[in-house]
């Protein structure tokens, strides 16, 4: 199966400031990815797919780059409702794999 | 609007069996694939499969192959996920989610399973 490696683990950062999350699998996925957030509590929420795509109603500061193994999420100007943990997850093969997480946390 | 509305929280003794439900609504039923994952605590998230409710069909993860069942009953919208032969590793949020863009995209509220003697 695709391993997904997320890093860093926990991003401490202060609203306003930009977030960079990694996503990197053992494998080619393609442009197979995309990325979910979780708040404490709640459901995943899509926010890319297709390694760039947004999601319906997603803000325009969540973007989402690569191809192959290698992936990123940017999240320029972080607003409060930002903090949170984020999983990318590969559709290229089954079984469907996420990573493990990166938690953005407020500094 | 989509909505999909899961069973409650269960409680079972190890290697019991546990069925989760989720009726969807407010979309044409079969037209769309239903995710399963699930997210043990403090966890990750987890992939267990995927069924057509048009036609029953699904695919699994191997680690669960001969211990997980997902099935539909179109007359009423509703997919199920059976687990047997639980252990406490398989306690956990069990989450069913409609594909949209070909990802799990509209997910119902999560049903807690607690596996414990």
């Known amino acids: 199966e695709i391993v997904l490696t997320q890093s860093p683990a926990t991003l401490s950062l202060s609203p306003g400031e930009r977030a960079t999350l990694s996503c990197r699998a053992s494998q080619s996925v393609s442009s197979y990815l995309g990325w979910y957030q979780q708040k404490p509590g709640q459901a995943p929420r899509l926010l890319i797919y297709?390694?760039?795509s947004r999601a319906a109603g997603i803000p325009a500061r969540f973007r989402g780059s690569g191809s192959g193994t290698n992936f990123t999420l940017t999240i320029s100007n972080l607003e409060p409702e930002d903090f949170a943990v984020y999983y990318c997850q590969q559709r290229s093969t089954r079984p469907l794999t996420f990573g493990g997480g990166t938690k953005v946390e407020i500094k | 609007q989509v909505q999909l509305v899961q069973s409650g929280a269960e409680v079972k003794k190890p290697g019991a069996s546990v069925k989760v439900s989720c009726k969807a609504s407010g979309y044409i039923f079969t037209n769309y694939y239903i995710h399963w994952v699930r997210q043990a605590p403090g966890q990750g998230l987890e992939w267990l499969g995927i069924?057509?409710?048009?036609?029953?069909?699904?695919a699994s993860a191997q680690k669960f192959q001969g211990r997980l069942t997902m099935t539909t009953d179109t007359s009423t919208s509703t997919v199920y996920m059976e687990l047997n032969s639980l252990t406490s590793e398989d306690t956990a949020t069990y989450y069913c989610?409609?594909?949209?863009?070909?990802?799990?995209?509209?997910w119902g509220q999560g049903t807690l399973v607690t596996v414990s003697s």
């Open positions: 297709d390694a760039s």
């Open positions: 069924m057509v409710p048009d036609d029953g069909r699904t």
């Open positions: 989610a409609r594909v949209e863009y070909s990802y799990a995209y509209y």
